[in-house]
């Protein structure tokens, strides 16, 4: 490898070669090499199907947007920031623009396969609120079923009987996600509609009465949702590029 400066500090150069060496000291050059990787993946796929154009509007939007949100409305200040960050405007702006090309790529590369990955993972993303009323043996909980079935309340006996702290809150769980949920509470709360109360049932050792209070069914159409699977699909692309290269560090 040719000796060249890679920085400059107090007048005195530190060379590629140097620099690499620290890295590899510390244990941080696999890291390194693996981020330099990444952009390489990316920018030769940008290359292949074409750089995109994003409209500069739509860079200086986002600017300002994140200037808001960051408190960095006054140019001062928000200059001060750059500097702290050792970078220009140009490069700041730069920096969102390729946002925006990375935001683009991935849709491109994802879009194929974005609905059956979906369709895989939507049980993780449908949610499910539910309460509970949690104890130590199963009588006792079918004592508490007959008791709500006859009139008490099932917040008034989770308040009074539960072993969890959701007792304080009525027993309300709050949102879960599906696919989380311990069986056989999953399958139950599959075939129930809003409103049932299951149970008892046997979860972690003791016995529970749930009351299934809301389904809240994901969508692809959600843009968080459909943002995270991207973000998924990507990495799990780009994972499968990087172990397909020939890579040799040369010194």
């Known amino acids: 490898m040719t000796s060249q400066s890679f920085l400059i500090v107090d007048d005195q150069p530190i060379f590629l070669e140097q620099a690499l060496?620290?890295?590899?000291?510390?244990?941080?050059?696999?890291?390194?090499?693996?981020?330099?990787?990444r952009?390489?993946?990316?920018?030769?796929?940008?290359?292949?199907?074409?750089?995109?154009?994003?409209?500069n509007a739509l860079v200086e939007q986002a600017i300002i947007d994140f200037r808001i949100q960051s408190q960095l409305t006054d140019p001062k200040r928000f200059q001060?920031?750059?500097n702290s960050k050792g970078i220009d405007y140009p490069t700041f702006h730069n920096q969102f623009a390729y946002?925006?090309?990375?935001?683009?790529?991935?849709?491109?590369v994802t879009s194929s396969h974005l609905q059956n990955y979906?369709?895989?993972?939507?049980?993780?993303?449908?949610?499910?609120?539910?309460?509970?009323?949690?104890?130590?043996?199963?009588?006792?909980?079918?004592?508490?079923?007959?008791?709500?079935e006859t009139g008490d309340s099932f917040e008034q006996v989770a308040r009074e009987h539960s072993l969890t702290e959701e007792r304080l809150a009525n027993g309300m769980m709050g949102a879960i996600s599906m696919g989380t949920l311990p069986e056989p509470l999953q399958s139950e709360v599959i075939k129930a509609e809003a409103g049932t109360i299951l149970g008892p049932l046997q979860v972690e050792g003791r016995w529970g009465l749930f009351r299934v209070e809301q389904f809240l069914p994901s969508s692809l159409e959600d843009?968080?949702?459909?943002?995270?699977?991207q973000n998924e699909l990507f990495e799990?692309?780009?994972?499968?590029?990087l172990q397909k290269l020939n890579v040799k560090l040369l010194s």
């Open 21 to 37: 060496r620290y890295l590899q000291s510390c244990g941080k050059l696999g890291l390194f090499i693996g981020d330099i990787l």
């Open 39 to 55: 952009q390489h993946i990316i920018e030769q796929e940008q290359l292949k199907l074409g750089d995109p154009q994003i409209e």
């Open 80 to 82: 001060e920031w750059l």
């Open 99 to 108: 946002n925006f090309k990375l935001d683009k790529l991935k849709a491109q």
């Open 118 to 148: 979906y369709n895989e993972r939507k049980i993780f993303l449908d949610r499910v609120v539910l309460s509970r009323i949690i104890v130590d043996n199963p009588d006792e909980a079918e004592k508490l079923r007959e008791q709500i």
């Open 223 to 229: 843009f968080q949702v459909r943002q995270a699977l």
């Open 236 to 241: 799990r692309w780009l994972g499968e590029r």
